[in-house]
């Protein structure tokens, strides 16, 4: 009997192609809604290999229902859905696609960052409601990126490459890491700082740092209200590191200036949240990596993991080592 791999939503059919000339492949059939937990469990029930997106939540719970699975391979470089522990304790092998998603999710940090602080979809919005009567000396006027300094929270892979864009704007840039990076800080020319000395130093704030219980919600009211009036806060790697109750007061309030989301602490964010009231946010559906070539990047990893595995060779890109727990 061949192996079973369970795809949890629609991907193009010539990247699963190679899996179906090895092994039984089923897959969820949409691509916009996301599995039910039912069918999820069912599957995981039965299958020797599981293929999730970022919005499945694998928790213990869930893996208690595995049987043969031998390996979960994340289609994302964070893998905060998936309880990487108790995988581990049953054996199970997780992936996740690291590095061929740098540059393009460092492209939408700044690009969001740009975007927000200097206003885009306000005047855009407000182009397409017929609101551009004549040119205005000072609407729609935002923040100056360049020649500004920039505050990294997060110096992991996106984090540099962030800061290797902000040289090009001529920014200075300041970062904040659980260990500091002395060959990062000469390579790239950024500045270690204490968290509270970043955020209020900062004209500008990007968040990349992964989502754990050390870093939920580390960006609060008392964070936020340390930040200058004219700073924009960036946040690309994870929902729940920034308090979104705190930020909308700070948003109302204008204590800080504005904010680009591309990760909520609910996803879909729901359309009634009060974030989206606001006109000094600039949301979007958590698109970090999502150019063509970089998604077939990351499902071709996803690919070559679960092939690893089922053919009983060691996968690149584990995330959880189940070295000790053999
Ligand atoms: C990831 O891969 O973790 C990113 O959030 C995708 O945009």
């Given at each position: 009997m061949k192996p079973t791999i369970f795809i949890t939503r629609k991907l193009p059919d010539e990247l699963v192609a190679p899996l179906k000339e090895k092994f039984t492949v089923r897959m969820w059939d949409s691509e916009e809604v996301a599995v039910t937990k039912a069918v999820l469990r069912e599957e995981i029930a039965q299958v020797d290999a599981l293929w999730t997106m970022l919005s499945d939540t694998i928790d213990r719970d869930m893996l208690e229902?595995?049987?043969?699975?031998k390996v979960i391979s994340n289609l994302a470089v964070g893998f905060n859905n998936i309880d990487i522990e108790a995988a581990k304790e049953k054996g199970i092998i997780v992936t996740n696609t690291p590095d061929v998603l740098t540059e393009t999710t460092a492209d939408l940090a700044f690009g969001l960052l740009l975007a927000t602080a200097r206003r885009f979809n306000s005047a855009e919005k407000d182009l397409r409601q017929g609101g551009w009567l004549s040119w205005t000396p000072m609407g729609f006027t935002g923040m100056d990126i360049h020649g500004t300094t920039l505050g990294i929270i997060g110096m992991g892979r996106i984090g540099e490459a962030v800061a290797r864009r902000a040289k090009g704007f001529n920014m200075h840039v300041l970062y904040h890491n659980r260990n500091r990076k002395l060959e990062t800080e000469e390579k790239y020319d950024v500045e270690y700082v204490e968290l509270d000395d970043l955020l209020k130093q900062a004209d500008h704030v990007v968040i990349l740092v992964p989502f754990t219980e050390e870093t939920?919600?580390?960006?609060?009211e008392r964070e936020l209200s340390?930040?200058?009036?004219?700073a924009t806060l960036i946040s690309v790697s994870r929902g729940g590191i920034v308090d979104e109750v705190a930020l909308y007061d700070a948003l109302k309030n204008e204590t800080i200036f504005a904010a680009g989301l591309d990760v909520f602490e609910t996803e879909p964010i729901p359309l009634r949240h009060p974030l989206l009231t606001l006109p000094n946010i600039t949301a979007v559906?958590?698109?970090?990596?999502?150019?063509v070539e970089t998604r077939r990047a990351m499902m071709k990893m996803n690919v070559e993991a679960i092939t690893d595995v089922l053919e009983g060779r060691e996968p690149k890109?584990?995330?959880?080592?189940l070295a000790s727990a053999r």
């Open positions: 229902s595995a049987a043969n699975l939920k919600e580390m960006i609060g340390l930040m200058k009036k004219t559906p958590h698109i970090g990596s999502a150019s890109d584990q995330v959880n080592s």
